[in-house]
């Protein structure tokens, strides 16, 4: 009862929803006014009057206008709502696939066996009529032999006033209709008539000896004849009698209805329609009664009994067709149509009556009848098992929408309940699975995130440890730049400016100028997050030594009672005039602080302005070189092993004094050894560029060799960290 109560309410709703119906736009509206107009034309047109007449040409002229828009509107419809869902979509393949040939076939034997039975009924009706007309044939050959005997010699006037001799043996020949007509002709003259009926209202007048029957090939004829408006079956036998006089026999059978019924005995009704006939009467033959006779329109001719249907399926065959037709006056043939009107009981009794016996159709009957049952019966099965495997789909389909409708509304949590071992349990599954990793995906995406973006803090970090203030000596122009092949880098370089006090002449505050400048530039072994991090170590470890340097300076100068003069703080590098020694404890604390395979390659440099002494130590480092003006150039290798791989090491210092328009070119093994098909990009092709644009200012020479690395290496990835550091005498 609950369930009923609210029921009602939802049906109700459902109904006014439909009732407040109105399309908004397009031709949906206009079709939904145009229904409107012509439903009220429809009421409109029963005013009587001219303006029921006129609203009845307006409802005409609405409904073919509704008829046009309508059929775009149903495709739509049905493209877009009714086969949206999968399951329409596959009952209309099923129905196209499965159902529509099984109809088709069936339409095609249900047809073939229509036309099948109403040939065969057409048939019958053929063959009874030849058996007829064989029956005539036959004894009009039995007279026609033995009255030629008879009446061979006898002159034709005597023959016509004497006593038929014919006549006793005619009317000594069985008689199976009396209504049969039997006329003799002798030379065209007839000389015997028999069998005519006695009764006035149905006697006829026996058909005359037409000319072209005198002219017959093989003597002999029979078929439907039309003479006087009338149909008859006739059979015609004649032989030429010794003295060459022609003597004919012509059998007649008027087609009434008796012989109809006859014809129509256990198929049904048949029904002769003869065509319009020019029934014009011989006037050498005719008697001067048919002579008055003018043309005439032969009329249906009917038979037979109204069958009855002994079950549903036992349909109505009507089917027409022709039978051969003569005209008797003129020997044209035409066609004289038949229709009979039948049904399958009946004709499967004639076909079937003759060779078997009741208890053997009984048996056929059944047989049949069971065969149907079992076709029945499998194709309910196969639609049963079509409709369960339609629905396993379609509730698959529904499950895998539904679930991606939740996936879309982030519910990542939904799985499908999965209970069959199909491919759709599997693709079921595999949507289970998916919705798993992206559910793992979106952690790692949030994890990814969290680590870009303190990738992204250490880059920035890293890139405020790089120098990014222009640095350059009245002596000496510097530039460096360090391309990452990663988010971060492991390359190093920096420049570290000494400066020195000038105590002012006259008592007041002294001035600073620069002394000098550290140069330094490393490659940390690996890539990435370690080396950078390493990278961040060895640039704190040289600017903490350059610091502890100042420091140390400035407290010994205070503890022996020194004052601050030139000598005391004229280099404010301290320990960094001496580059071996700040690499040795570079060494020392890269080995004692960070894991053993971890170590870096390090070139450090001290430049005194004063006297343009570039002071070195090369800790594995590719070797820098000077390109003098005169293109001269000399490498920079004194120095010793890479730092932090072993303890103790000691490093070698050279000097060089750097002449005008020297260039000190220091770089990373991301400059040189980037490969293509032609090889690597080598130290020459290094020191042409910078030769090719050695007079231009140092970062053109820098973007220089980038622009022809970048060509180098081409579509490919940039296989390692890049750092070039120029410096330029002045």
């Given at each position: 009862?609950?369930?009923?109560?609210?029921?009602?309410?939802?049906?109700?709703?459902?109904?006014?929803?439909?009732?407040?119906?109105?399309?908004?736009?397009?031709?949906?509206?206009?079709?939904?006014?145009?229904?409107?107009?012509?439903?009220?034309?429809?009421?409109?047109?029963?005013?009587?009057?001219?303006?029921?007449?006129?609203?009845?040409?307006?409802?005409?002229?609405?409904?073919?206008?509704?008829?046009?828009?309508?059929?775009?509107?149903?495709?739509?419809?049905?493209?877009?709502?009714?086969?949206?869902?999968?399951?329409?979509?596959?009952?209309?393949?099923?129905?196209?696939?499965?159902?529509?040939?099984?109809?088709?076939?069936?339409?095609?034997?249900?047809?073939?066996?229509?036309?099948?039975?109403?040939?065969?009924?057409?048939?019958?009706?053929?063959?009874?009529?030849?058996?007829?007309?064989?029956?005539?044939?036959?004894?009009?050959?039995?007279?026609?032999?033995?009255?030629?005997?008879?009446?061979?010699?006898?002159?034709?006037?005597?023959?016509?006033?004497?006593?038929?001799?014919?006549?006793?043996?005619?009317?000594?020949?069985?008689?199976?209709?009396?209504?049969?007509?039997?006329?003799?002709?002798?030379?065209?003259?007839?000389?015997?008539?028999?069998?005519?009926?006695?009764?006035?209202?149905?006697?006829?007048?026996?058909?005359?000896?037409?000319?072209?029957?005198?002219?017959?090939?093989?003597?002999?004829?029979?078929?439907?004849?039309?003479?006087?408006?009338?149909?008859?079956?006739?059979?015609?036998?004649?032989?030429?009698?010794?003295?060459?006089?022609?003597?004919?026999?012509?059998?007649?059978?008027?087609?009434?209805?008796?012989?109809?019924?006859?014809?129509?005995?256990?198929?049904?009704?048949?029904?002769?329609?003869?065509?319009?006939?020019?029934?014009?009467?011989?006037?050498?033959?005719?008697?001067?009664?048919?002579?008055?006779?003018?043309?005439?329109?032969?009329?249906?001719?009917?038979?037979?009994?109204?069958?009855?249907?002994?079950?549903?399926?036992?349909?109505?065959?009507?089917?027409?067709?022709?039978?051969?037709?003569?005209?008797?006056?003129?020997?044209?043939?035409?066609?004289?149509?038949?229709?009979?009107?039948?049904?399958?009981?009946?004709?499967?009794?004639?076909?079937?009556?003759?060779?078997?016996?009741?208890?053997?159709?009984?048996?056929?009957?059944?047989s049949i009848t069971l065969l149907l049952l079992i076709f029945l019966a499998l194709e309910l099965a196969a639609f049963i098992m079509a409709v369960g495997l339609t629905r396993t789909m379609t509730e698959s389909i529904a499950d895998l929408y539904d679930a991606t409708q939740r996936v879309d509304r982030g519910d990542l949590e939904h799985r499908i309940?999965?209970?069959?071992?199909?491919?759709?349990?599997?693709?079921?599954?595999?949507?289970?699975?998916?919705?798993?990793?992206?559910?793992?995906?979106?952690?790692?995406?949030?994890?990814?995130?969290?680590?870009?973006?303190?990738?992204?803090?250490?880059?920035?970090?890293?890139?405020?440890?790089?120098?990014?203030?222009?640095?350059?000596?009245?002596?000496?122009?510097?530039?460096?730049?360090?391309?990452?092949?990663?988010?971060?880098?492991?390359?190093?370089?920096?420049?570290?400016?000494?400066?020195?006090?000038?105590?002012?002449?006259?008592?007041?505050?002294?001035?600073?100028?620069?002394?000098?400048?550290?140069?330094?530039?490393?490659?940390?072994?690996?890539?990435?997050?370690?080396?950078?991090?390493?990278?961040?170590?060895?640039?704190?470890?040289?600017?903490?030594?350059?610091?502890?340097?100042?420091?140390?300076?400035?407290?010994?100068?205070?503890?022996?009672?020194?004052?601050?003069?030139?000598?005391?703080?004229?280099?404010?590098?301290?320990?960094?005039?001496?580059?071996?020694?700040?690499?040795?404890?570079?060494?020392?604390?890269?080995?004692?602080?960070?894991?053993?395979?971890?170590?870096?390659?390090?070139?450090?440099?001290?430049?005194?302005?004063?006297?343009?002494?570039?002071?070195?130590?090369?800790?594995?480092?590719?070797?820098?070189?000077?390109?003098?003006?005169?293109?001269?150039?000399?490498?920079?290798?004194?120095?010793?092993?890479?730092?932090?791989?072993?303890?103790?090491?000691?490093?070698?210092?050279?000097?060089?004094?750097?002449?005008?328009?020297?260039?000190?070119?220091?770089?990373?093994?991301?400059?040189?050894?980037?490969?293509?098909?032609?090889?690597?990009?080598?130290?020459?092709?290094?020191?042409?560029?910078?030769?090719?644009?050695?007079?231009?200012?140092?970062?053109?020479?820098?973007?220089?060799?980038?622009?022809?690395?970048?060509?180098?290496?081409?579509?490919?990835?940039?296989?390692?960290?890049?750092?070039?550091?120029?410096?330029?005498?002045?």
């Amino acid at each position: 009862m609950p369930e009923t109560l609210t029921a009602a309410p939802t049906l109700r709703s459902r109904a006014a929803a439909w009732l407040e119906y109105r399309p908004r736009r397009g031709l949906a509206r206009f079709a939904f006014w145009l229904l409107a107009w012509f439903l009220l034309l429809w009421v409109v047109r029963w005013i009587p009057g001219i303006v029921g007449g006129l609203a009845a040409g307006l409802q005409i002229l609405a409904g073919i206008v509704l008829l046009m828009i309508s059929i775009p509107l149903a495709w739509t419809f049905a493209r877009t709502r009714m086969l949206w869902s999968l399951r329409n979509k596959l009952v209309l393949t099923y129905v196209l696939i499965g159902l529509a040939p099984v109809v088709l076939l069936g339409t095609f034997v249900l047809v073939a066996a229509y036309v099948a039975a109403g040939q065969f009924a057409i048939h019958l009706v053929d063959t009874r009529v030849q058996s007829q007309l064989t029956q005539m044939s036959n004894d009009n050959f039995a007279r026609l032999n033995h009255l030629t005997h008879a009446v061979d010699g006898i002159p034709l006037r005597e023959t016509m006033v004497s006593p038929m001799p014919c006549e006793d043996h005619i009317a000594d020949m069985p008689r199976a209709r009396v209504h049969r007509a039997v006329t003799c002709f002798l030379n065209g003259t007839s000389v015997l008539q028999s069998g005519l009926q006695p009764n006035a209202s149905t006697r006829r007048t026996p058909l005359g000896l037409a000319p072209w029957a005198t002219e017959l090939h093989g003597g002999a004829f029979q078929g439907i004849v039309a003479d006087n408006g009338e149909l008859y079956l006739v059979a015609l036998h004649q032989q030429r009698l010794n003295d060459g006089r022609m003597f004919s026999v012509v059998s007649s059978l008027p087609m009434e209805r008796a012989l109809v019924d006859d014809l129509a005995q256990g198929l049904g009704v048949v029904s002769l329609l003869p065509p319009t006939l020019d029934q014009t009467p011989d006037t050498n033959n005719a008697s001067p009664e048919r002579k008055t006779r003018r043309q005439r329109f032969l009329s249906e001719i009917r038979g037979g009994r109204e069958p009855q249907s002994i079950n549903v399926a036992d349909i109505g065959v009507h089917f027409p067709s022709t039978l051969s037709l003569t005209d008797w006056s003129q020997g044209q043939r035409e066609s004289l149509a038949v229709v009979v009107d039948s049904r399958p009981s009946l004709l499967y009794q004639q076909l079937f009556a003759a060779s078997l016996s009741g208890e053997i159709m009984t048996v056929i009957r059944v047989s049949i009848t069971l065969l149907l049952l079992i076709f029945l019966a499998l194709e309910l099965a196969a639609f049963i098992m079509a409709v369960g495997l339609t629905r396993t789909m379609t509730e698959s389909i529904a499950d895998l929408y539904d679930a991606t409708q939740r996936v879309d509304r982030g519910d990542l949590e939904h799985r499908i309940t999965i209970t069959r071992t199909d491919q759709l349990a599997e693709l079921s599954r595999s949507f289970n699975v998916m919705t798993s990793s992206l559910q793992r995906l979106l952690v790692e995406q949030k994890e990814k995130e969290r680590l870009q973006n303190e990738l992204s803090i250490a880059q920035e970090v890293q890139a405020n440890l790089f120098p990014h203030v222009a640095i350059d000596l009245p002596t000496l122009e510097l530039h460096g730049v360090c391309r990452p092949a990663r988010s971060v880098s492991g390359d190093y370089y920096d420049f570290l400016v000494f400066q020195e006090e000038t105590p002012s002449p006259t008592g007041g505050r002294s001035t600073r100028r620069e002394a000098g400048v550290g140069i330094a530039i490393g490659d940390i072994s690996g890539k990435g997050i370690s080396a950078a991090l390493l990278m961040a170590t060895l640039h704190s470890a040289v600017r903490a030594y350059q610091f502890a340097s100042e420091q140390l300076l400035y407290s010994s100068s205070v503890l022996e009672g020194l004052t601050a003069s030139k000598q005391g703080l004229a280099d404010a590098g301290g320990w960094f005039q001496s580059p071996g020694r700040i690499m040795s404890l570079l060494n020392r604390h890269l080995f004692r602080s960070t894991q053993p395979e971890k170590y870096a390659t390090l070139f450090l440099a001290h430049y005194d302005a004063a006297s343009s002494v570039l002071t070195y130590s090369n800790a594995g480092q590719l070797p820098p070189f000077v390109l003098g003006r005169d293109g001269t150039v000399r490498r920079l290798e004194e120095g010793g092993t890479v730092v932090g791989l072993m303890d103790g090491m000691h490093y070698d210092e050279g000097r060089h004094t750097m002449q005008s328009g020297d260039i000190l070119v220091a770089y990373s093994d991301g400059v040189t050894e980037p490969e293509n098909d032609f090889g690597d990009f080598g130290e020459a092709r290094l020191l042409e560029v910078v030769a090719r644009y050695r007079t231009q200012p140092l970062h053109v020479i820098s973007a220089q060799v980038m622009l022809a690395l970048d060509a180098w290496i081409g579509a490919e990835e940039q296989p390692d960290d890049i750092t070039l550091v120029l410096a330029r005498q002045a």
